[in-house]
């Protein structure tokens, strides 16, 4: 029990120092971001001790959960098959059908924003196709597709298409009144009224879509590998390993999937940091 209450005692004073610094006010703006960065660091390091320590103290089994220090052994041993996996699953089929799915998306947003007639015919179909489960999509994807990594990127496409449609056609809607009428009174064509006004104000709701959908093309990519792969991907990986019951393994893709995913993630909010800084949300942040 040694090293249960010793992670323990570790977390309570990793908490308590946690809720000191977020209960400071410093003056100096470099200070607070330190502070703003210490705190999730901490938080993640008091959790990946107090794992270590109960898994260890209780003696659980590694079959249902190894420990931290497990894990990264079989991460730093196997980084060849990881980056392998990696390469695969991520810059092949995540990155491709992200920026087809994305762009598909925003280029019918703005031909509905045309059309009254897409409008009406093809936010339902798109609604309709957004309802699909991926365990359905991805086997007949594969079929039409093959093995290999463009059967994976036409589910990503499917996955992504729809929440850049909706955030973008809603986008497109979000100018007032007043400024579009005003943008009337200057005789401006649709084409300027798109660009000067309706889709600055539309992207809020566009980088919406793409932080979604960033996470959605990791999740799409690893589950449709489970249908049908060469023998290579993170999918591929955690189904066969799974059965191999070489579970560190499972786990050590897992990281590397999350470390991806939030990575991702985060490139996409900084730049939607630097293209929306004038939006209230924004400016409140640097205030």
Known sequence: MTLVIGALVFWLFAWAFNEWLVRLRPASRG???LIDIA?????????????EGLVRGFQVPVVLLPPPSMIWTRLIGSLPILWADFQQTVLKSVLTGYVLGCGLGFVVAIA?????????GLLPLGNFVSALPVVGIAP????????DW??????VVIMTF???LVNTVTGLSAASSMETDLMRTYAASWW??????????????IFN????????????????EFFGTPIVGMGFRISTEVGRMNVDMVWAEIAVAALAGSGFYGAVALVERAVTFWHPSVRGERT
């Open 31 to 33: 200070l607070k971001r």
């Open 39 to 51: 705190v999730p660091l901490i938080f993640g390091v008091t959790l990946l001790v107090l794992w």
């Open 112 to 120: 509905i924003d045309r059309s009254p007639f897409l409008q009406k």
């Open 140 to 147: 007949i994807m594969v079929m039409w597709f093959g093995f």
């Open 150 to 155: 463009p059967s994976k990127v036409a589910v």
């Open 162 to 164: 729809f929440p850049m």
């Open 192 to 205: 300027q009224t798109l660009t000067k006004l309706r889709l600055p104000a539309a992207w809020p709701f």
């Open 209 to 224: 879509a793409l932080k979604i959908n960033s996470t959605l093309a990791l999740i799409g990519a690893i589950v449709a």
